[in-house]
């Protein structure tokens, strides 16, 4: 005969009549201890109405007992029979535990021995697991292994615990447990940050905020992606988003990095971090030159004086100036660098403004503008005397008037004169005039400077014209020993200012006339001279 039975469990052999040859109504049965396979226990030997004991497999494999078996009926004894068991072991696993990353799948495989004993072929059925915190858990049944895919919801460990019936050979083994703890793994949002020009800009992600994000994450990066800056570079294993990038452009441009964040040994999701980086204004030192009183404006351009993003405003302190220039004066948030400066001395002179420029939220590196602030001849008007055909030379003094001045001029106004011509950059103003008249008469220059390429404001140069007495030849005639006097006569006699006086040596005489002498500074041309000679003397011509 022969039977099976579960490890642990009482088998049962009742031979029946006929079923199992002849067996007399009230046989009993004798048999000594079995022999087994496996080192299956629990068989002895033992007397009964029926072949019954409790055997314990203790391997993982199916295993037998054959028992050698004497029927007595009476006083008759039977011939000796087998009843072959067969002992199917039965799973016994301990609690099991297992680690796994959120949104990985983990694996349980009960291996014989260091879990308990499991048969060989033994599958696996659980229920949905209990636990809080996580998502994902499904039941199953005659599994081969343990398994699922588990999502951590939060930014700690969690478990997740499944009550597992293990079947073997068709034998239910007990329940025993695995439980799952399923490290939380980052899953973070695109991130986005603006950042100025050459600032280090620095992002760490907020849990919840930002998505899941478990205590100590790490984060790498390569090099972001992205054009029109420079300074991107890879990240490794750091507690934060990080990096000094530099805007090449003079407006806004992005840098993408796509980030690996790592929580212990689970890796997340890549995310992106998109790092706006605002244009800083970088800009070259600047000059202008200008004339003393007029206003002065610089406007940077982006691409020739270096980065300038639009809307750039520029506040600077009061100038450093030489030569005590005014005007200069601090300013803040204005669109142009303008001012009126006025140099009040007679050489060239400098103003330098120290300039921040400010783009938006970014302050810019401050650059210098220098203004060359050229003085203006500025001259009062002048007069000059001559005499009537006489040069004139009037030179405005150098203390006032910048070094290097030249003045120009037309012909110059009047009446009762010749000769006035122009002039043009002349070192001074000069001229030969002739008066017309017999008295004086004035021409008026109306002079323009220019200074260092600077045209001054126009003065006037008036030139008083004394007139000369021009007066053609006379004669008289006398008698002998009474006196003469000559007066010439304006426009008679030629040009005879009024008051001229009249000067002469003692006259050259013919043929015996005395009496002529010298005379300074008379009134009239006089004298009283004597012929000597009876006939009468024609007088000399004065």
Known sequence: MSTTVTTGTVFTATPVNGTNGTVPAGTTYSWSTPVVTGGITGGVTATGASISQTLVNPTNAVQTATYTVTPTSGSCTGTPFTVTVTVKPIAVITAMTATTCSGTGFTVIPVNGTNGTVPAGTTYSWSVPTGTGFTGGASATNAANISGNLINTTNAAVTATYLVTPLSNGVTGAVFSVTVTINPQASITAISTTVCSGIVFSTTPTNITNGIIPSATTYSWSAPTG??????????????ISGTLVN?????????YQVTPQSGTCTGSVFTVTANINPV??????????????????TPVNGTNGIVPAGTTYSWSVPIVTGGITGGVSATGVSTISQTLVNPTNAVQTATYTVTPTSGTCTGTPFTVTVTVKPTAVITPMTATICSGSSFTVTPASGT????????WSAPTGTGFTGGQSGTNASNISGTLINTTNSAVTATYLVTPLSNGV???????????NPQASISALNTSTCSGAGFNVTPLNSTNGIVPTGTLYSWSAPNVTGGLTGGSASVNAVNINGTLSNTLIQRKLLPIL
């Open 281 to 298: 204004a970088t800009i070259t030192d600047m000059s202008t030159t200008v004339t003393t009183g007029t206003v002065f404006s610089v």
């Open 248 to 256: 090449t452009t003079n407006s806004v441009v992005t840098a993408s």
């Open 401 to 408: 008037v910048p070094s290097g001045t030249t003045y120009s």
């Open 455 to 465: 045209t001054g404001t126009p003065f006037s140069v008036t030139v008083s014209i």
């Open 227 to 240: 054009t029109g800056f420079t300074g991107g570079q890879s990240g490794t294993n750091t507690s934060n």
